[in-house]
């Protein structure tokens, strides 16, 4: 019998610890088949969701779940009125990006747009660019109110 979870605390994450590549495996070649064409936009709306799921209450709320789900290090490196960019760096990231998988970054994308979004009261839509130069990902959060 499923289990319904209304909200996630950042506890639970701490009773749970993987290592391997099965996590990749399923992230970046069973989804995608799973979810065929439309597997950019469903992930980005599942990060969204999953966001609502643990209701971040600060900034360094989402720094942490970005670490405590294995994502890396979230930073913000530059601030405007209407736009954020955030760097996520780790290890983990630069082995994504030099493995020979398609890797996209729309999970963590979404789960930041919708975690600003609650911590802001504004709504907003991110995207995001990998850095193969610099072995990061680039989020620009842009607020949409």
């Known amino acids: ?3 319904k979870t209304e ?3 950042m506890t639970d994450l701490d009773q749970l610890h993987t290592s391997g590549a099965g996590y990749d495996v399923l992230r970046y070649i069973s989804l995608p088949e799973l979810l065929g064409k439309e597997s950019d936009t469903l992930l980005y709306f599942l990060g969204k969701s999953l966001a609502r799921k643990f209701n971040p209450q600060s900034l360094d709320d989402i720094i942490l779940l970005f670490e405590k789900l294995g994502w890396g290090k979230l930073e913000i490196r530059k601030k405007k009125r209407k736009t954020v960019i955030f ?3 780790a290890d983990a990231v630069v082995q994504r ?4 998988l398609d ?3 729309r999970l963590e994308s979404g789960f ?3 975690a600003m979004e609650i911590l802001n009261g504004k709504s907003c839509e991110c995207t995001e660019e990998i850095n193969r130069k610099l072995y990061l990902i680039e989020f620009n959060l842009i607020f949409t109110d």
């Open 87 to 89: 760097q996520l760096m």
């Open 7 to 9: 909200e996630l605390l």
């Open 1 to 3: 019998m499923q289990k």
């Open 112 to 114: 930041l747009a919708e």
């Open 103 to 105: 890797v996209e970054f």
């Open 97 to 100: 990006i030099n493995s020979s």
